[in-house]
């Protein structure tokens, strides 16, 4: 529910970043100014077609800068960034997982804050895409500094049958996204890097 809630949150802001947006405010506005007088007043569907259509548009835009993953813009590297170390799959194990860990980096002249940092799109070649992997845990890095962080979970049955199954390359190697939410301040921003590589190992498939 918390994520959703972020989630919903960052639209909103991305979408009052839209000039259309607030172009069909604007109209919406201009016109109520104008209805004092009888011979400008318009009818209240015009006011919500302006308001739908403006709305419209900007979300639209909003979905393609996230499909083009220009949303990545909102934070620049020099304030942020994650440096992949390795990752383990493991099936010996009586709950078998997937661990990814890496370096977070605050390159900024201030303190940062991440708030549920998340792993998506994690391929391993040969392998079956895993999502959602998360560390849920707020992390504080001082300025200039860096720090170890691991995001891990339980396999499901489903995963651990389709990984059983599988052949993947040796060595392992995987391709993922990183996403989180940044405090830094009073702000609130949203970062997802651009695509990371790294190796690792993987135990208990029979076909590596």
Known sequence: M??????????IQLLARKWMFWVSIALDAIGLIAGIYPNYRLSPFIYIL?????????????YNDKSTQSISQLVK?????????????????????????FYAVNYS????????????DFRVAGLPTLESII??????ILSKQDKYVTCKRTLLEAEV????????????????????????????????TPQLYSYGRASGIPNL
């Open 77 to 101: 590297p020099s304030i942020c960034n994650f440096l992949p170390i390795s990752f383990v799959i493991a099936l010996d194990q009586e709950l078998p997982y997937v661990e990814i860990s």
């Open 2 to 11: 918390r994520n959703t809630t972020r989630e919903v949150w960052l639209y």
């Open 135 to 140: 560390d849920s845990d707020e992390i504080h």
């Open 161 to 192: 049958f389709m990984i059983k199954k599988a052949k993947p390359a040796y060595p392992p190697n995987a391709s993922f996204l990183i996403s989180t939410r940044i405090l830094m301040g009073r702000k609130s921003l949203y970062y997802e």
């Open 109 to 120: 002249s201030r303190e940062i804050v991440l708030q549920s940092i998340h792993v998506k």
């Open 50 to 62: 302006i308001t739908f259509i403006g709305f419209l548009w900007a979300s639209y835009s909003v």
